[in-house]
């Protein structure tokens, strides 16, 4: 008689053998055995190597985007895929460098006006919040870092900790490129190594998966980019029309940031309106109420619009990726969080819902 420990200890064992379709046996162990200790070992590779493994991701979004536009190109001009990317890429470099020419001067000269200001601006706010009892509590349970904002060594600190982080971004978001740039050259070879891996009797179904992937961030990036320029743009006309300084800096980070949704949009507004108490409270309000306006009006008119056709994520299930993965990953990880989620649950819709469970897909719920 089997022991009942023994019972349900190769229970476990047992299910797990049976969905994969392996007989039990000597020869059925050895190989779910291998195959878990592949799934272990892949997790953690994916955990140490985590920061390269989301410079590959980034590298595969600017190829998705190089491609999607060289495909346009060749389209319009009639040339080869080569020649189309090749066009791409010059026009990018040659956009940069005008770019640096002619509105770089100006965004240096208002991003060191800024670094001067954003303290000033502390301070006085500072000086307002004393006057009331509620709002004296509060800044006295603030953390000391932000007392000593308007400090020397704090500035100094401040400032070393964003060159490192400045420095990490460059060197990111230059290999990050040229990634992009090799995956787009060939994006065939890639697919025929990932296919290469599948059972032969799943390349189908894999050419399915990775088709669809592609759609989903293709449409992801540039619907996301199109309500990046809205963001830039209608927060420049905002705080032109308020009268305030550095607009231009003020209407990049916001367009930059909002990549991250949620959290990107808060953190662009915390020095616009720290600027704007320097013209007085009720500015600082008006300032506060656009970029507000600006992020209501693109969430819930303009990218249910845009966005249509790509995966609709809920809020509350973006927010929750961006928390898990930016904890996790950190900074890198919080950019990226949104497209990770895009990928998982295209993966888990096609993987798990439709061929796992053998329910059709339903895009109306």
């Not at 970029?291 to 303009?302: G, H, N």
């Amino acid at each position: 008689m089997i022991p009942l420990a023994r019972l349900l200890s190769d229970a476990p064992g047992t299910a797990f053998l049976m969905a994969m379709s392996i007989r039990p046996g000597t020869e059925g162990y050895f190989r779910a055995a291998l195959c878990f200790a592949a799934v272990i070992l892949i997790l953690l590779l994916l955990w140490y190597a985590s920061d390269i493994f989301l410079l590959v991701f980034g590298g595969v979004l600017l190829a998705v985007v190089f491609r999607s536009a060289a495909d346009l190109v060749a389209r319009w001009a009639h040339v080869s895929p080569g020649w189309a990317l090749l066009i791409v890429v010059v026009s990018i470099a040659a956009l940069a460098y005008l770019s640096a020419i002619f509105v770089g001067p100006t965004v240096t000269n208002q991003i060191d006006q800024l670094q001067s200001d954003v303290p000033a601006a502390w301070d006085r706010a500072r000086s307002e919040f004393q006057q009331h009892r509620w709002s004296r509590e509060l800044l006295n349970r603030a953390p000391g870092a932000i007392g000593n904002f308007s400090g020397s060594r704090g500035i100094w600190s401040q400032i070393l900790s964003a060159f490192s982080i400045a420095l990490t971004v460059i060197a990111d978001a230059v290999v990050i490129f040229f990634l992009g740039l090799y995956f787009a050259i060939d994006p065939g070879l890639y697919r025929r190594g990932l296919i290469a891996l599948v059972p032969k009797d799943n390349e189908v179904r894999a050419r399915q998966v990775l088709n669809r992937l592609h759609e989903q961030l293709r449409h992801w990036i540039f619907g996301k980019l199109a309500l990046m320029v809205f963001v830039g743009v209608f927060t420049a006309v905002g705080l032109r029309l308020l009268h305030m300084p550095l607009i231009v800096t003020l209407a990049v980070i916001a367009a930059l940031l909002d990549f991250i949704p949620n959290i990107g949009p808060i953190v662009s507004a915390v020095p616009a309106v720290l600027i704007a108490l320097t013209h007085g409270p009720k500015t600082a309000l008006l300032v506060a109420l656009l970029y507000l306006t600006v992020q209501v009006v693109e969430s819930y008119i303009l990218q249910p619009l845009v966005q249509q056709r790509a995966v609709s994520l809920p809020p509350s299930l973006t927010l929750a990726a961006q928390i898990i993965i930016g904890t996790i990953f950190g900074l890198i990880g919080l950019i990226f969080a949104t497209p990770l989620t895009v990928v998982l649950m295209t993966m888990a819709q096609m993987l798990y819902v439709e061929d796992f469970l053998n329910k059709p897909s339903d895009k109306s719920e």
